[in-house]
Nanobody, 115 residues
Framework: QVQFVESGGGWVQPGGSLRLSCAAS????????MTWYRQAPGKERELVAR????????TYTDSVRGRFTISRDNVKNTVYLQMNSLKPEDTAVYYC????????WGQGTQVTVSS
């Protein structure tokens, strides 16, 4: 049974930082591509960052490139999203996702960026 436990969300002022974590179980974590998505109120869910298995190649959506860093620990079965220089438009619920072999989603963690 695939499960995710997401943590690290919260409230932060513009320019601040947060680190999201997603602890996974129920599948072979090290071979799976892991992805962070986000969904802001009234908007569609969008891909934020993706990391490949083992070597961990990464991709980012343009709006976060250079500010966010996705990483993974294949011993702890955890994927991370380090978010720096946060902006109000980063406010959203953030979800981790994988295909094993169908799509699985975490419960989401709220990130609020405001002054």
């Amino acid at each position: 049974q695939v499960q995710f436990v997401e943590s690290g969300g919260g409230w932060v002022q513009p320019g601040g930082s947060l680190r999201l974590s997603c602890a996974a179980s129920g599948f072979t974590f090290s071979v799976n591509v892991m992805t962070w998505y986000r969904q802001a109120p009234g908007k569609e869910r969008e891909l934020v960052a993706r990391i490949g298995s083992f070597a961990g190649s990464t991709t980012y959506t343009d709006s976060v490139r250079g500010r966010f860093t996705i990483s993974r620990d294949n011993v702890k079965n955890t994927v991370y999203l380090q978010m720096n220089s946060l902006k109000p438009e980063d406010t959203a619920v953030y979800y981790c996702n994988t295909w094993a072999p169908k799509s699985y989603w975490g419960q989401g963690t709220q990130v609020t960026v405001s002054s």
